[in-house]
């Protein structure tokens, strides 16, 4: 199977899976009722009329773990091409993964000093 | 042919969806446009077949930017319904003198680049196994300082974003 | 086998009978995951589960299928209507877009990537902004609130996961899943790495908002999670994206510990035994997982996300270099296979300590006599 042919097995796969979301949606509008009622657009918070803002703010805890998922996505990206080759590498470059993952290993002890691993 | 008709999908999708980003009101639908704006962008490496660095497109700047970005708006006091806030002030002349340096010094970049031709002409499908060979015997070294540089930006965000000890 | 000619050097009629097919095996799947999850939780609740639809309940499925087709369905008024509208898709889409590099027997699948390892892990990367859109776009604080806990952990097991899988990547060589399976017909990657099989599980429940970690979409909690505002249809998108995950990275999981297609009787025996053992052994990752949803108690949100970023990773990564040493020194894969057993089972053993403790809020209780009222 050539390259390209894989790739657009993708993409047919890509815009199977939004046809087969978007078919589903449409039958249901089609089957489905419908009526013109405006109670029950109220958003739902367990049966009391909504108080405040819809949107609420959300914590800063949440950015600081997606950024440090971040830099370890971008440390096992690296991590992928060696793990194919390795073996047929020469030692330096076994070293140097040792010495990348070490490094990287130090990032999350600091992290864990700081106590910014704990959820509060 | 059909490649080159999906190329030009491709890149309609991109140029739609970054427009997207620029035009939209709300910050939340800007964010979700640049995720479509990146993954056509994929989308695009893998024309040129390699097919590590697309995927490495939709992972970072797909899954992980992306989710940074809408995380960091969501932390904003952002309402979707609400009025837009007021788009010009006292930055606009800035804005618009980093805009128009950015764009000045692509296009002259683009027209200066001695372009290579032809797609046909790169050697074809550049597998993982080639990027790791090169990786980790010619370019050890930035290898090694882009994992210094991965640790400032760690250890930065967590000076930035710690929250005090509370007394 | 193919179908059909190929046009343009891509062969287009094979591609599309092939996804039609794992389009409807996805669907008769789901819907009997929906029942088989009902019938086997309620046995280990000492219940029946659905015996009325069908013979034994059989057509339970069907019948909630055709519910949920002809059920209203509603969009709230303060929804971010564009963000809502689009959410199932991309929740859906990226799951879909695993299915298509399994590889269900020999070189059966849609397509056999090169990379299928990482396009696993690419794509469910995107997944994480449809929960995100989910739970922004409702409008409601319970959404958003579930939709950022399901993305903040979802994030952070992705780490160990990837990690988990690297070590047989590494053992392997390649990240091409057809022939990840070919190298297990003598023995499957779990005798030797089963440590990775255990991180490997315990993030892939996390992945899944599988119990213990259903925290993001606890109904007692958060009565939901980033879907609480979707009905009829639309629900039933995020619940078949679910369903879909669990069928998918179950055979995921199959293929690259348990030998897929491959372990034990080889290349040879033909198509049926091999998709025969496939289907056992996901049948088996499946059972696995629902006992531990039967079993466990929900896990809190700090006590999640600590467990990953000071056990999991840490872990993980130490398995990384030990896995390294041992091939690129040449020592004893025994050895390996010794230590890491040995590992696995420090593991679940400090696991099943850790869930058998009296927690704190038991001892609250027989403590509250003590507890001096201050204001």
């Known amino acids: ?120 | 042919m059909i490649t080159e008709i999906l190329w030009w999908f491709f890149a309609i999708a991109i140029v739609g969806t970054a427009a997207g980003v620029v035009f939209s009101r709300s910050v939340v639908h800007a964010a979700i446009f640049l995720i479509l704006s990146l993954a056509g962008v994929g989308g695009l490496y893998i024309f040129l077949t390699v097919e590590f660095v697309a995927l490495v497109q939709f992972l970072i700047y797909g899954g992980a930017v992306t989710v940074l970005i809408l995380l960091a708006l969501m932390m904003t006091r952002l309402d979707a319904t609400g009025a837009p806030d007021k788009l010009t002030g006292p930055q606009a002349p800035f804005g618009a003198l980093v805009g128009i340096t950015l764009l000045l010094t692509l296009v002259g970049v683009s027209l200066a680049t001695a372009w290579p031709g032809d797609v046909d002409d790169l050697p074809t499908n550049i597998t993982i196994e080639q990027i790791g060979d090169v990786m980790f015997t010619s370019y050890g070294a930035p290898f090694i300082i882009a994992s210094a540089l991965l640790l400032v930006a760690f250890i930065g965000a967590i000076v930035f974003a710690k929250q005090e000890d509370e007394v | 086998m193919s179908f059909g000619d190929a046009f343009f050097g891509i062969s287009w009629l094979d591609i599309i009978i092939r996804t039609l097919i794992v389009v409807i095996a996805m669907t008769v799947v789901v819907i009997y995951l929906t029942y088989g999850e009902r019938k086997v939780v309620a046995r280990f609740q000492m219940r029946l589960g659905p015996t009325r639809t069908g013979p034994a309940g059989l057509l339970q499925g069907v019948a909630d299928a055709l519910k949920l087709v002809v059920k209203e369905d509603l969009r709230p008024r303060n929804a971010d209507r564009w963000v809502f509208e689009f959410a199932p898709y991309a929740t859906f889409v990226p799951v879909f877009l695993v299915l298509l590099t399994l590889p269900f027997a020999e070189n059966w699948g849609v397509r056999n990537l090169a990379l299928g390892m990482f396009f696993v892990f690419a794509v469910l990367g995107l997944n994480i902004v449809g929960v995100l859109m989910a739970g922004f776009g409702s409008g409601n604080k319970y959404a958003l609130l579930g939709g950022v806990r399901a993305a903040a952990q979802m994030i952070s097991y992705e780490i160990p996961l990837v990690v988990a899988l690297l070590t047989v990547a590494m053992l392997a060589g390649t990240l091409d899943l057809n022939l990840i399976a070919s190298l297990q017909g003598d023995r499957p990657f779990i005798l030797v790495q089963p440590l990775a099989f255990v991180i490997f599980f315990i993030a892939l429940l996390s992945e899944l908002h599988r119990a213990p970690f259903d925290i993001p979409v606890a109904e007692s909690e958060i009565v939901g999670g980033y879907f609480v505002e979707y009905s009829g249809i639309r629900w039933s998108m995020f619940q078949l994206a679910e369903y879909a995950a669990l069928w998918g990275f179950s055979i995921f999981g199959s293929v690259i510990f348990l030998g897929g297609w491959n372990f034990p009787f080889g290349s040879e025996v033909g198509v049926g035994l091999q998709l025969a053992l496939t289907l056992i052994k996901s049948t088996l990752m499946i059972l696995l997982i629902f006992w531990v949803r039967a079993t466990m108690p929900r896990l809190r949100m700090d006590q999640l996300m600590s467990f990953c970023w000071k056990v999991l990773i840490e872990i993980s990564f130490v398995l990384l270099l030990i896995t390294g040493f041992f091939l690129y020194y040449n020592w004893p894969q025994e050895i390996l296979a010794l230590v890491n057993w040995g590992g696995a089972l420090l593991l679940l053993t400090v696991i099943f300590i850790r869930t058998r403790r009296k927690s704190e809020a038991e001892d609250l209780v027989g403590t509250y006599k003590n507890i001096e009222v201050t204001e």
């Open chain 1, 1 to 120: 199977m050539s390259f390209y042919d894989t790739w657009s097995a993708v993409f047919i796969a890509l815009i199977a899976g939004v046809i087969l979301v978007g078919t589903a949606l449409i039958g249901a509008r089609l089957l489905g009722p419908f009526a013109r009622e405006q109670g029950k657009s109220i958003s739902y918070e367990c049966g009391m009329l909504p108080t405040g803002k819809n949107w609420t703010q959300v914590h800063v805890r949440y950015y600081l773990f997606a950024i440090m998922f971040l830099i370890f996505d971008v440390e096992t990206i690296f991590i992928f091409p060696w793990a194919v080759r390795f073996l047929d590498l020469p030692s330096h470059a076994f070293w140097y993964m040792v010495f990348f993952v070490l490094i990287l290993s130090g990032a999350l002890f600091y992290a864990w000093r700081k106590k910014v691993l704990e959820w509060r």
